[in-house]
């Protein structure tokens, strides 16, 4: 089993960035496509990005262009570099594998101003 814990969620102004991380532990080696998901309020979780271990990624139309996945095998991390935010992107932000299994506590993102 794979354990997920997720940073870097926060307050942002219409337009900024922000950065997610997300490090995997426990059975590490059967990872192969990680990808990070997002949940709005009174919404169902959606897929927003994934990458594969050799780095071929898939993004949401709703992200394509503003967001960047990016994963380091070595650590078993993978990040979501966020920008030109807008209100609708407002979720808890999931980290997890393809298809997706045991979930973490997500990190929160909030655009407004």
């Known amino acids: 089993q794979v354990q997920f814990v997720e940073s870097g969620g926060g307050l942002v102004q219409p337009g900024g960035s922000l950065r997610l991380s997300c490090a995997a532990t426990?059975?590490?080696?059967?990872?192969?496509?990680m990808g990070w998901y997002r949940q709005a309020p009174g919404k169902q979780r959606e897929l927003v990005a994934t990458?594969?271990?050799?780095?071929?990624?898939r993004y949401a139309d709703s992200v394509r262009g503003r967001f960047t996945i990016s994963r380091d095998n070595a650590k078993i991390t993978v990040d979501l570099q966020m920008n030109s935010l807008k209100p609708e992107d407002t979720a808890v932000y999931y980290c997890?594998?393809?298809?997706?299994?045991?979930w973490g506590r997500g990190t929160q993102v909030t655009v407004s101003s």
């Open positions: 997890n594998v393809d298809p997706p299994t045991t």
């Open positions: 426990g059975n590490i080696f059967s990872i192969d496509v």
């Open positions: 990458i594969g271990r050799y780095g071929r990624t």
